[in-house]
């Protein structure tokens, strides 16, 4: 029966979706048209040419939906969850859309239908799932739809996980009982008896205590950890929540084996994972489940997006800024000894070295200069800072003044050795004296900009700060994030809160 409710709610979302897209397209398709009477742009075409493509668009929305597991109704899925899969599903779409269009050369298929079909076929989704959310909201706020959910575990854990279900109605679960701790001294390691298979159904849990149901049921503690069938049994059960410190996980190993065995759904919750500050994600390998600990962004269509604005941008950037390349280069070379650019060995990604460039701001053999100033050094920690460098040139004043020095590394983020928005580099003699949590920084590419560029570096004294900074970024990163430090950054620089 509950898979039976289950596949068809599946097969109606998957219906308001594909009727949601097709209407999508229609009205586009009727817009289109009836702006062409007062601002004719393209030629009018027929609702009947695109009768193929009404059929395979909704095809391709299901498929990509389907991908990111839009249907398989988690009922902890946020709304803006939802939001992100339809942004994602539209801008995969049209772009496959395009590519059709394009490889099968389909005749009269306006590029204005295309963009105009994005359009709103990103506002119909987003309307659907709104509507479809608050409306499940408020089925199941009313007391329909519900799971009936049994906790195993009566401590804190299982406490605020029942306090947080009867906060949020509209995740649908009925916490009807809990299942208590073992008695004590029972707490030892549990022993299979001989000629019982894991997880039959017709024993009880070796090792385990027997005690009587109680009269109460609702909300109340059901028995042990060995009435688990028994409860489930005549509670009728559709989820068991194991709500249990770290420390008492291994006890729920038969249980876990008992409900994989009665078809019920199971879920974890455990400190265990709240010490992390590290983002969890689950992963399914040859049959063996992974859990891996994450502190960096690890979507795919996240890299995927933030690579493409660094190529993007980097590579207009070195084109545009050719010329101005040249000017700085005759005056390094016209004003001082040396080479034009600084190389350094910089400390990347996972700790990976690479060679970085800077357009030369010191003196010939600054480096080997730079162990006589270290006691002017002003910034604590592994970082050298001296606002009155005598190793600076007159030319490298003015181009640290702007940040002008810094722009070769525009060559290292189209390489994808950097990217625009990242943690400050690091050079390979500082890594030694870094401590042990500054070192979580290395868990992304290092940037041109960030957090520490746009709230005026040269007022940080204290390396320390400089690292927070860095780790706060890495800890909010988003794409919006990306956008306004790199708008806030040239204000930055022309004001001088960037300058070094």
């Known amino acids: 029966m509950l ?27 009727y817009i289109r048209r009836l702006v062409l009477v007062s601002i004719p742009f393209g030629l009018p075409t027929s609702l009947s040419d695109y009768a193929l493509l009404i059929i395979v668009i909704p095809m391709i ?36 859309f395009v590519l059709m269009a394009f490889i099968f050369r389909i005749q009269n298929l306006p590029r204005s239908l295309i963009a105009l079909f994005a359009v709103v076929c990103l506002i119909f989704l987003i309307l659907e799932k709104t509507l479809l959310y608050f409306t499940i909201g408020q089925i199941r706020r009313r007391g329909h739809n519900l799971k009936r959910t ?45 000629g019982q298979e894991m997880g039959d159904p017709t024993r009880r849990l070796s090792g385990f205590p027997t005690v009587p149901p109680p009269a109460h049921s609702q909300g109340h503690v059901l028995g042990t950890y060995s009435d688990l069938i028994r409860v489930m049994h005549e509670q009728r059960v559709e989820e068991v929540v ?18 994989e065995q009665e078809g019920v759904q199971v879920r974890l919750v455990s400190d265990f994972f709240h010490t992390m500050i590290a983002k969890l994600h689950v992963h399914e390998i040859h049959g063996m489940p992974i859990l891996t600990f994450s502190t960096a ?57 690479f060679r970085g ?28 800072k001296m606002e009155d460098d ?50 979580r920084k290395f868990s992304v590419k290092p940037g041109i900009t960030c957090l520490w560029q746009v709230n005026g570096r040269n007022n940080i004294k204290d390396f320390s700060e400089w690292a927070k900074m860095d780790l706060e970024y890495i800890d909010n990163w988003s794409l919006w994030l990306d956008f306004k430090v790199l708008f806030k950054t040239v204000p930055a620089v022309l004001l001088r809160r960037g300058a070094c």
Request: proline share 5%.
């Open 150 to 194: 049994l906790v195993v575990g009566t401590g804190k854990l299982a406490r605020d996980f029942a306090t947080t279900t009867a906060n949020y109605p509209e995740w649908g679960l009925s916490v009807i009982g809990f299942l208590g701790k073992l008695a004590p001294g029972i707490e030892k390691k549990v022993r299979k008896p001989e």
């Open 297 to 353: 962004p690890v979507k795919e269509w996240q890299r995927f997006m933030k690579r493409g604005m660094d190529i993007v941008i980097s590579t207009c950037a070195l084109v545009a800024l050719c010329p101005l390349f040249l000017v700085i280069a005759a005056l390094i070379k016209l004003t001082s000894s040396g080479s034009v650019f600084y190389e350094w060995k910089v400390v990347g990604l996972n700790k990976r070295l």
């Open 357 to 384: 460039y800077k357009f030369r701001s010191m003196v010939k053999d600054a480096d080997k200069l730079k162990e006589k100033l270290l006691e002017h050094n002003e910034m604590n920690g592994p970082v050298f």
């Open 242 to 259: 194991f709500a249990l410190p770290a420390r008492d996980l291994n006890v729920a190993r038969e249980m876990l084996a008992l409900c």
């Open 61 to 96: 929305w299901w498929a990509l939906l389907n991908m990111q597991n839009a249907y398989t109704w988690q009922r902890f899925t946020s709304l803006w969850t939802e939001y992100q899969k339809v942004f994602k599903t539209t801008a995969w779409g049209t772009l496959i």
């Open 390 to 439: 005598p190793r600076v040139t007159g030319v490298g004043r003015f181009l640290r003044k702007f940040s002008l020095d810094e722009l070769p590394q525009l060559w290292s983020v189209l390489k994808g050795d950097m990217s625009l928005v990242g943690p400050r580099p690091c050079l390979q003699t500082e890594l030694p004296h870094f401590e042990n949590w500054q070192r």
């Open 3 to 29: 898979k039976e409710h289950a596949r068809l709610s599946r097969q109606f979302a998957i219906s308001v979706d594909a009727i949601t897209v097709i209407l999508a397209f229609v009205l586009s398709f």
